[in-house]
């Protein structure tokens, strides 16, 4: 078959792209490295929350957002300071997707049968001034089917096209080098790897058994970042945010080895904003992993305690749900790569949620009885299984036992009873009135002011060391690896720039792999629900304009 483009990644990026151009009767070679078992890519894990603004469901919830609010937020958020050369399509890309998350984006997906959680959450809550990072109103807006309902779309899209004959679908291909022709790029070649029964996100044999090459008027790099490949991330760790974790777990699969990057950049593709990325600082061993040091990230509510290594609680804004980044560098300041929370039984129960389409099966397999079931006294199932068989938590009825229990489980003696039990105390001190000048309290019975907190995601302020709230409960967080940031700059049309900043003739991207558009649509912070949002649109546009430039 003659193809008139190569899409390289089976990820949601890569699937929306392939569907805009099969749509418009173009017909595409789509390679992946990985067996048929991982069509999708690392979006069916995700959570599927999406960054909508001024939406029905936010009008419902008596939120005010508007385009205007989100961009000032965006550019809070982002932190924008190499304009004039790495920021330059970035930001043109971030302006393009705020308009679209106030536009046209909701009515595309609602189109495709894609439906919303009706509670709208908000996620990075910033606790900085206006201008600052963060988002001023709840934007997360859970997909109805999380990761799976988002991809489900556009996987029906693609294998429809397949059943036409407009794609051809060739899993177990790695790509090696993309072809080029005095300066063009006309094709990829690789290898074909062996046929494998690995599982979605299980590690798949590296075994050849042959060779492939490929041509075609255009090739389009999706392969995702290099959150599965901590080598890559500690060299391009930052200063700004201390040394580099010693250790991390993997909040994606290791096959997310930002390979295809160096490909393209031999190809004539610049990559730019290596230094950005955004890991979690909440991250539990995931107690039934499914690949190697297999991470979960906690989207916690605002309520419990955050303390260091060593026991010293960390100043405002570093609360719960805040700002990701912010309390990264701060935790990497200590010197030591974790931290803790401290809670009760009554804060776990209303204020913990796992990232992740797996742990949260009532969301995921669109069960309302389920998802009612969140409202009722004690843990979700899912995260009372990682209370009873995770190795990041304790649970204790006394303080006493659980500072113990916290210095058996690193083996570091680091935690002195006294001093957390006198924090603790300074703490709840606060609760007596509805006065404070702790402003993690402000902040908690701020979050209560809004339905949606007040129903099923924040507490109701009291005292830790209250015994009717307990048992007590500690859990060591862990930086969980996840999303590149910088990647290959493109234009607003998804070609690849080189480091002139013209076009490289014949090459596009889209998704994590190009920075979620221009090569870090994000700057330095994300507002959350702007990944999966980010493939969504790139591969959008992307797919759409090569389709219009081969006419």
């Not at 177990?172 to 070649?189: D, K």
């Not at 742990?359 to 899912?382: C, E, F, Y």
């Amino acid at each position: 078959m003659k193809f008139d483009v190569i899409v390289i990644g089976a990820g949601l990026a890569g699937l929306v792209a392939t569907a805009e151009l099969a749509d418009a009767g173009k017909k595409v070679l789509l390679l992946d490295q990985e067996p048929e078992a991982s069509f999708g890519g690392q979006a069916w894990w995700s959570f599927g929350g999406l960054f909508l603004v001024d939406s029905p469901e936010q009008r419902r919830m008596g939120i005010k957002d508007s385009l205007e609010l989100a961009w000032q937020d965006w550019l809070g958020a982002a932190g924008y300071d190499r304009e004039e050369d790495e920021d330059y399509w970035g930001k043109k890309w971030a302006a393009a997707y705020v308009d679209f998350a106030a536009g046209e984006k909701r009515k595309w997906l609602y189109e495709m049968g894609v439906r919303f959680f009706p509670v709208v959450g908000w996620a990075e809550r910033g606790g900085y001034l206006a201008e600052g990072h963060g988002n001023s109103v709840p934007r997360f807006h859970i997909v109805w089917g999380t990761g799976p309902g988002i991809i489900k779309p556009f996987e029906d899209r693609v294998r429809r096209a397949m059943e036409k004959g407009l794609v051809d679908y060739r899993p177990r291909h790695r790509v090696n080098e993309l072809l080029t022709e005095n300066g063009t790029v006309i094709g990829a070649s690789g290898n074909i790897l062996v046929q494998s029964s690995a599982a979605r996100g299980e590690a798949s044999s590296r075994e050849t058994i042959g060779d492939f090459e490929f041509h075609a008027q255009a090739v389009m790099v999706t392969s995702g970042g290099i959150g599965g490949n901590h080598e890559l991330i500690r060299k391009n760790w930052p200063a700004r945010l201390g040394d580099a974790p010693k250790k991390m777990i993997s909040g994606v699969p290791e096959h997310v080895d930002g390979r295809m990057l160096a490909i393209t950049e031999k190809a004539g593709g610049r990559i730019v904003n290596r230094d950005r990325m955004w890991h979690y600082t909440e991250g539990i061993k995931n107690w039934n992993s499914v690949w190697p040091m297999h991470g979960i990230r906690i989207l916690p509510g605002p309520s419990s305690l955050w303390i260091d290594a060593t026991g010293k609680r960390f100043p405002a804004p570093n609360f719960p749900g805040f700002d990701t980044l912010g309390t990264l560098e701060a935790i990497m300041q200590t010197g030591f790569d974790y931290s803790w929370f401290i809670l009760t039984k009554k804060i776990i129960e209303k204020e913990f949620a796992l990232s992740g389409s797996e742990q949260n099966p009532d969301l995921t397999g669109k069960s309302i009885k389920k998802v009612l079931g969140r409202v009722l006294p004690g843990p979700t199932a899912p995260v009372k299984a990682f209370m009873d068989k995770g190795e990041d938590f304790v649970i204790a009825n006394t303080l006493p036992e659980l500072i113990a229990g916290m210095n058996k489980l690193t083996g570091e003696n680091l935690l002195n009873l006294a001093d957390i039990e006198r924090q603790i105390h300074a703490r709840d001190r606060e609760i007596e009135n509805k006065f404070t000048k702790d402003l993690q309290i402000t902040a908690m019975r701020g979050a209560r002011n809004y339905l949606g907190d007040k129903l099923i995601r924040v507490a109701p302020p009291h005292k830790i060391l209250d015994p009717k709230m307990g048992p007590l409960i500690a859990v060591r967080l862990n930086i969980v690896s996840r999303k590149t940031l910088g990647g290959l700059q493109t234009d607003l049309s998804g070609r690849v720039l080189d480091t002139s900043g013209n076009p490289v003739p014949g090459l596009y991207s889209a998704g994590e792999v190009s920075g979620f558009g221009g090569g870090g649509i994000h700057g330095y912070r994300s507002l959350e629900g702007t990944f999966v949002g980010g493939c969504l649109f790139t591969g959008r546009q992307a797919g759409r304009a090569l389709a219009k430039e081969l006419e």
